[in-house]
């Protein structure tokens, strides 16, 4: 008997460290004398397929869209005051870097949020910008296919739910 998988082709899932992938289907290929049925994910931003054995999809942190009530905390979390810490660049970096390939919204909302507040400020480091810029574009995949809606509006909308204070 095989375990029928909860994912469907069609179906819109996140992967923790690609962000938003469209289910293509499923393959049985051998691998090492075993058959091993795959499910094949494709991420049209990165131009990448990702397989997984359908087995381990559940382990590998593979989910569904966030619902649309998780998704309005991460946007709440978008609005909060901006927590400015005062440790190494380096650590923190570390830090925005794990939260950005949690692949939970209200995590990358937190980095967005704390990057954000020196996007008006000169003195904002590339690496800074870089990593904020990866963590809207990220929030911004997941909102769009929760919304319907293409990830340029996405950004747009979440850039403006961060200016209104």
Not at 11 to 24: A, L, R, S
């Amino acid at each position: 008997m095989t375990k029928k998988t909860e994912f469907k082709t069609g179906d819109f899932v996140v992967y923790p460290t690609h962000g938003v992938g469209k289910i293509q289907g499923t393959e049985t290929q051998e691998v090492a004398g075993t058959e091993l049925d795959l499910l094949v994910i494709t991420f049209e931003h990165d131009r990448m397929t990702l397989r997984i054995p359908v087995a381990k999809a559940q382990n590998s942190g593979l989910r569904r869209l966030s619902s649309r009530k998780q998704m309005d905390v991460a946007l709440t979390k978008l609005k909060g005051r901006a927590r400015v810490r005062r440790t190494m660049w380096s650590r923190r970096a570390q830090e925005y870097e794990a939260k950005i390939n949690s692949g939970d919204p209200v995590s990358i909302a937190e980095v967005i949020r704390d990057l954000r507040r020196n996007t008006s400020q000169a003195d904002q480091s590339y690496s800074e910008r870089q990593m904020y810029q990866a963590a809207l574009d990220r929030l911004a995949r997941e909102f769009a296919a929760i919304e319907k809606i293409d990830e340029e509006t996405a950004t747009s909308r979440l850039e403006k739910i961060m200016t209104v204070t």
